[in-house]
């Protein structure tokens, strides 16, 4: 693929200092002012003063220019105009608004993951006379990555065709009518586009080691305000990962993740259509009517 991984996102928020330190409670450490940066990953997320929350630009890593100059060519080839800089290429998707900043960059070496701690089962015993070692465990959660970013667009046909036949995203998974899942990496998805009255900003996902770092990451965070839980904990059906979402001060959901599908051989996965629910979650709480549609969609269609 021509791009390797997601970069960072610049999200609008009409509060930076509230949204900033939210998300150090979430995890995320402040490396300059509004910018946060992953344990792995790097500088993430740099919030912007905004009226309104909204996904400004979202990042991409490619191997060399060449794969800059494939980018261009295949942007424009789709009719949308393209700057090709000394060292990016920038394009605005137009259906959601989302300018898309490709540069050279190197991919995220994680390592140093906790040690996965032995599970018992019915008659299997890996762990005797031992309470887990996840309850060792101290300290801040720290998300290790930038994962992949959910945009609403009122183009969804044109944002597919921008990501997959102009940036080289594959496609691995649909929810008929509804959404694409887009992935530049190993990752199942990276980028989600789903249909939407309006262009916004559904949720950013960042990886954590396990479930036990997604349980105790979101203790933390619901110890201050309960009012942040958004839907979890729960595992999805499409990635087949663990989730729990929660809300930053301007309305944009955050996830933990853990378990995420990988797809290294594209021969090897094939993707699906779903139809229904049975896509969303394959158990959890029940999806809230808010996770489908926020509650400030008509705020932000209308512009008040």
Not at 97 to 107: H, I, L, M, Q
Not at 136 to 158: A, I, N, Y
Request: proline share 6%.
């Amino acid at each position: 693929m021509t791009v390797h991984r997601l970069t960072s996102v610049t999200v609008g928020v009409p509060d930076v200092a509230a949204t900033v330190a939210f998300y150090e409670e979430f995890g995320l450490t402040q490396s300059s002012p509004g910018v946060l940066a992953s344990r792995d990953g790097g500088d993430q997320l740099r919030l912007v003063p905004a009226e309104r929350r909204r996904l400004v630009t979202l990042g991409l890593g490619v191997e060399d220019p060449d794969d800059l100059d494939r980018i261009a060519r295949d942007v424009a080839g789709l009719g949308l105009a393209v700057d090709r800089g000394p060292d990016s290429v920038r394009v605005v998707d137009p259906g959601t608004g989302v300018e898309v900043v490709a540069v050279v960059d190197e991919p995220i070496v994680s390592a140093g993951a906790y040690d996965v701690p032995a599970a018992n089962a019915p008659g299997r015993w890996d762990r005797e006379h031992a309470r887990s070692s996840a309850l060792d465990r101290d300290g801040p959660v720290q998300p290790r990555k930038l994962g992949h970013v959910v945009v609403g667009s009122t183009d969804s046909d044109l944002s597919h065709r921008l990501f997959v036949d102009g940036l080289g995203f594959r496609v691995s998974d649909h929810v008929e009518g509804v959404a694409s899942f887009l992935r530049c990496s190993t990752d199942h998805h990276n980028v989600l586009v789903q249909t939407a009255p309006t262009p916004f900003l559904h949720h950013t996902s960042w990886q954590v080691d396990d479930v036990d770092e997604i349980g105790r990451g979101a203790r933390a965070l619901l110890d201050v305000d309960p009012g942040r839980d958004v839907w979890g904990l729960g595992r999805h059906h499409i990635g087949s990962n663990y989730f729990w979402y929660f809300r930053d001060p301007a309305g944009n959901f955050a996830e933990y993740y853990s378990d995420l599908d990988v797809i290294v051989d594209d021969e090897l996965w094939k993707p699906e259509t779903f139809n229904d629910m049975r896509g969303l979650y394959a158990w959890g709480p029940a999806v809230p009517a808010e996770f489908l549609l926020p509650d400030d969609i008509a705020e932000l269609l209308t512009g008040s």
